[in-house]
């Protein structure tokens, strides 16, 4: 590899770097409702009914569903509860703007209405909203930083 290969690798390799670390990639829209569920869950069922109803009235509301044995969906769900400050002791549970609904009864279907009206009429931020870091912490753009440095340095010498 001779010396102009490897610098436009480098360059290529810190524009991924510094894309991933700093989100430089083409934003998703982020879901107004998370729900997790589990494939045997009666409760969640249940709670299914009541969302495609309100789904059903207000289209615009955008509901992503995660069931519990994908990939990654525990550890997204424990995440969102320690932001929420819930600890979840059965499925289903649903994270709707500021709210957090655990299981199934009259109260939580009211709960959920309550939570889809107040975030299609008031507008509402995405439960993954919670899980944003500063786009651009000062620690590691100066390690990003020190690295583009010293490979540069290394690649000139």
Request: glycine fraction near 6%.
């Amino acid at each position: 590899m001779n010396r102009r290969t490897r610098g436009a690798t480098t360059c290529a390799w810190a524009a991924c770097v510094l894309g991933v670390c700093f989100g430089l990639t083409a934003a998703e829209p982020q879901p107004d409702a998370l729900v997790f569920y589990s494939e045997e869950c009666n409760d969640c069922r249940h709670m299914d009914e009541v969302l495609d109803e309100l789904l059903a009235l207000y289209p615009e509301l955008y509901v992503t569903y995660v069931e519990e044995s994908q990939p990654g969906a525990a550890d997204l769900m424990w995440t969102l509860s320690s932001e929420y400050g819930v600890f979840p002791t059965n499925f289903p549970v649903i994270f709707i703007g500021n709210q957090v609904i655990i299981g199934i009864g009259r109260d939580k279907e009211l709960q959920l209405r309550s939570a889809v009206r107040a975030c299609v009429f008031d507008g509402c931020s995405s439960p993954l909203a919670r899980l944003e870091r500063d786009p651009f912490p000062l620690t590691t753009v100066l390690i990003m930083l020190a690295v583009i440095v010293v490979v540069t340095l290394l690649l000139f010498l």
